[in-house]
């Protein structure tokens, strides 16, 4: 088992940014790749970026690109989602994800294993 935990959610205004972390714990000796998806009020959930467990390959959604950006730390066992100009239509519940049954890119919420509990972020103008 794999536990995540997600933390820097919060409110900011439109054109501020925010740093979400993500933890790991409990079986972090596995390879793992790992992504962030968010939900919006009466929205399916999707993927925002994901990234490999090496680091090396990453996904960016279109509506993100050029402005969120993910890494990882394995030695700490972290994933980090930097969002820079954010805007209204970024609100919603974030969530980190873990996927070990593969070390590349996954894309699919159904393949992905593990998730944590969520983080709100909030956008306002």
């Known amino acids: 088992q794999v536990q995540l935990v997600e933390s820097g959610g919060g409110l900011v205004q439109a054109g501020g940014s925010l740093r979400l972390s993500c933890a790991a714990s409990?079986?972090?000796?596995?390879?793992?790749?790992m992504g962030w998806f968010r939900q919006a009020p009466g929205k399916e959930r999707e993927v925002v970026v994901a990234i490999s467990w090496s680091g090396v390959s990453t996904y960016y959604a279109d509506s993100v690109k050029g402005r969120f950006t993910i890494s990882r730390d394995n030695a700490k066992n972290t994933v980090v989602l930097q969002m820079n100009s954010l805007k209204l239509e970024d609100t919603a519940v974030y969530y980190c994800a873990a996927d070990d049954k593969r070390i590349g890119i996954s894309l699919s919420a159904g393949e992905y294993d593990y998730w944590g509990q969520g983080t709100q972020v909030t956008v306002s103008s």
């Open positions: 409990g079986r972090t000796s596995r390879r793992y790749a």
